[in-house]
């Protein structure tokens, strides 16, 4: 990438060739000059309004033009955009906005129909954007909530931050980690962007399929991603097997993302292998994938899958597999992670001394990367983890995750993963409730093979005192339809540990 932020390389690829398209939802196609005018129209606002540069903008994001384009928007007037759950009841939306205490919020004209919402905005006097998704053009309004300008210029600033992004909650409330736009660059420095034979820029040909949720940073990577190197995006709003292998189909897509439990989605459908055939790779992220699925997605469509580690905090990936190392090493290094990407450095230290530890032995990964904010300083992660003598990550657990019952630590994933081997068990999640006698013990909740019958907690425990070490074996278990997932369908450990509260 040049010296222009990727702000203004976004504005810049809007002029190439305005009347094509960008992005595309269900079947209809915005184009550039759509973007152009929300990038332009959100600023003319923020000017009137007195929005000062680094103010938090609240945006309720969700996978369809109109917001992906106020998301970007936000970004290229060098405003801070903190995205806010779309999944959520306008009661939990009103508590994100509280604990944002932002001046700005931008939503659909739909979801400001919330009576929850308005009253919000009216006690607070934010300044509202609402989004026509009728219109793709003029269709940016502002909302009588906000008084005069004085009442907004009391936001409260980020200088420097692009996005303030949430946590993925996997383990309880969200918290909302800052994305600096010079660390952004850093990490979209290596984008190719599109240039003809005389030099020029120009529109990428096939689009980018967006699978994940605008609001988790594997959304926010690919859309960024794609509209900096002048590439369209299709948007699926919610994942679908079927409208996800018609798009993949449609548009021949080569590569594409998809998290754990989309491909066992994909896995348990009738899906016939011809209809991805375009696919050259899949990527995968947010949570551990296991090796048995990943396998058979090989096999039965053969498409590899190139699974990556990352999180919030470190703005992305920072290890993962690559077609070269797939092709180098085939199955022999299944399991893991993959090797860290350029300008990441990875070691392992012992949880206690904080001691380097040598190749093959588990403990605390840290990182040290140039798009994060401490770039010079290594970061401890909450994973174990080990890496072997070619530089492969290996993950076994996270750290504070570990449960102690009584003195013997236990490591939640294994317990799941014992579990995951009955017949009918489709997926378990295990997390710690309190004991007064043991300090802490573990419990399960277990999601059945479909058509499954005669499985009960009782069942389920007498299995488990057959096949794991007693220490592990859950104390209850709660059998339900489908496991609690957050907005990027990781198992949600706080609303699985509710389930017990009872």
């Given amino acids: 990438m040049s010296e222009l932020t990727f702000g203004q390389i976004m504005r810049r690829n809007c002029e190439i060739d305005a009347q094509a398209g960008a992005m595309e939802f269900q079947g ?186 605008l609001v988790h940073i594997g959304g926010l990577f690919w859309v960024v991603h794609s509209l900096l190197e002048a590439r369209p995006i299709s948007l699926l709003d919610k994942f679908n097997v079927e409208h996800w292998a018609q798009a993949v189909e449609q548009y021949q897509i080569r590569v594409c993302s998809l998290v754990p439990a989309m491909i066992n989605m994909v896995l348990e459908s009738d899906l016939p292998a011809d209809k991805i055939s375009s696919l050259i790779c899949v990527r995968s992220g947010t949570a551990p994938l296991s090796v048995e699925a990943q396998q058979a997605f090989e096999q039965r469509f053969g498409v590899p899958i190139l699974p990556t580690y990352g999180a919030t905090e470190f703005s992305g990936a920072v290890c993962g597999w690559t077609l070269e190392s797939k092709n180098e090493f085939g199955d022999q290094k299944a399991g893991s992670v993959g090797r860290a990407y350029e300008g990441v450095d990875l070691r392992i230290v012992d949880q206690e001394s904080g001691q380097v530890l040598a190749e093959g032995e588990t403990g605390i990964l840290q990182v040290r990367s140039v798009q994060m904010a401490e770039e010079h300083e290594w970061v401890s992660t909450t994973d174990l983890a080990s890496i072997d003598a070619d530089g492969f990550v290996w993950l076994s657990g996270r750290a504070d995750a570990a449960i102690n019952r009584g003195g013997f630590k236990i490591i939640p994933t294994e317990v799941a993963a014992i579990l995951e081997r009955h017949a009918q068990v489709k997926e378990a999640s295990v997390v710690a409730v309190n004991d007064a006698r043991l300090g802490q013990v573990p419990v399960a909740a277990v999601e059945l093979v479909e058509g499954t019958k005669g499985v009960s907690e009782e069942s389920l425990k007498s299995w488990s005192k057959e096949n794991m070490t007693s220490y592990f074996v859950p104390v209850r278990f709660a059998i339900v339809d489908a496991l609690p997932r957050t907005p990027s369908m990781k198992v949600s450990q706080g609303d699985v540990r509710r389930l017990f509260e009872n």
């Fill in 28 to 213: 209809q196609w915005y184009d550039w000059a759509f973007l152009a005018e929300t990038i332009d129209g959100l600023a003319g606002i923020f000017q009137a309004f007195h929005v000062p540069e680094g103010a938090e903008i609240a945006v309720v994001c969700r996978n369809r033009p109109h917001q992906v384009a106020a998301f970007c928007a936000v970004i290229c007037s060098d405003r801070c955009v903190a995205p806010v759950n779309p999944f959520a009841s306008a009661e939990k939306i009103v508590a994100d906005l509280r604990d944002l205490d932002a001046a700005v919020l931008i939503a659909s004209a739909t979801e400001w129909e919330s009576p929850v919402l308005q009253a919000y905005a009216e006690k607070n006097k934010i300044l509202g954007i609402s989004l026509d998704e009728t219109r793709s053009t003029e269709h940016l309004a502002t909302l009588p909530y906000c008084k005069s300008v004085d009442e907004v210029t009391s936001a409260r600033l980020n200088p420097g931050v692009a996005v303030l992004i949430q946590s993925s909650g996997t383990t309880g409330k969200p918290k909302r980690i800052p994305m600096y736009a010079a660390k952004l660059s850093a990490a979209y420095s290596n984008i190719p962007v599109g240039m003809t034979s005389d030099g020029g820029a120009k529109i990428k040909g096939k689009p980018a399929l967006i699978t994940q949720p």
